[in-house]
């Protein structure tokens, strides 16, 4: 049972452009979303997180954009770089859950000169 | 400070031997988690420890799968009688005590089994 889908599987973004991941989860317990970013060989490292009680959340060239009602949200790179090319995963979890982690599939993200 | 460590960084070993993972989370982190990443199934939660207690192992493949805390640090990820498919990269991570805090994750264990 797959709570949380991601898409595009992959994903390929000129230089400069806007990349956009999206993800839609099941569990209405889920309270909090965080997206990973991952490069070959390491372990997914924490990108930026939200909760529900926002709709939008801004960290650099990094956006959050979180619909509760249709229980979906999505990553927005702006400005995209070479070096933002990387696997992203969205992640999903509950405090009735011990907070384990449900990840999307995963997005290969390249940004092409 | 030093973020989690695991190993080793690669093991490859014969169908049918047991295999120990290990796992040396951030200093402090009393929740510590496993997954696995494979290739058709993606990040998969395995186990969650709180101190060295593990209310959660419910994503434990099958019995030949098993893990301990100990001293409410190092955590050892064993698997006996290794199959080819449990060949996939193990990842660890810990959490500060506290609701929605960030998991910081290891660089894992690539496990392949012959």
């Known amino acids: 049972q797959q709570q949380v889908k991601q898409s595009p599987q992959s994903l390929i973004v000129q230089k400069g452009g806007i990349s956009i991941i999206n993800c839609a989860y099941e569990?209405?317990?889920?309270?909090?979303f965080p997206w990973y970013q991952q490069f070959p060989g390491k372990g997914p490292a924490l990108l930026i997180a939200?909760?529900?009680?926002?709709s939008e959340k801004k960290e650099g060239r990094f956006t959050i954009s979180f619909n509760k009602s249709a229980k979906q949200f999505s990553l927005h790179i702006m400005d995209s770089q070479p070096g933002d090319s990387a696997t992203y995963f969205c992640?999903?979890?509950?405090?009735?859950?011990?907070?384990?982690?449900?990840f999307g599939t995963g997005t290969r993200l390249t940004i092409i000169p | 400070g030093a973020g989690v460590s695991q190993s080793p960084s690669n093991k490859v070993t014969e169908k049918g031997k047991d295999v120990e993972l290990r796992c040396d989370p951030i200093?402090?982190?009393?929740?510590l988690y496993w997954y696995r990443q494979s290739l058709g199934q993606g990040l998969e939660f395995l186990i969650y420890?709180?101190?060295?207690?593990?209310?959660?192992k419910s994503g434990l493949p099958s019995d030949r799968f098993s893990a301990e805390r100990t001293g409410g640090s190092v955590s050892t990820l064993t698997i006996q009688r290794t199959q080819q498919e449990d060949s996939a990269v193990y990842l660890c991570?810990?959490?500060?005590?506290?609701?929605?805090?960030?998991?910081?994750f290891g660089p894992g264990t690539r496990l392949t089994v012959l």
């Open positions: 991570a810990s959490r500060r005590d506290g609701v929605g805090g960030t998991q910081y």
């Open positions: 569990n209405t317990a889920f309270d909090y």
């Open positions: 939200i909760r529900p009680d926002v």
């Open positions: 992640a999903a979890s509950s405090p009735f859950g011990n907070e384990k982690l449900t």
């Open positions: 200093s402090g982190h009393t929740a």
């Open positions: 420890f709180q101190g060295n207690s593990a209310p959660d």
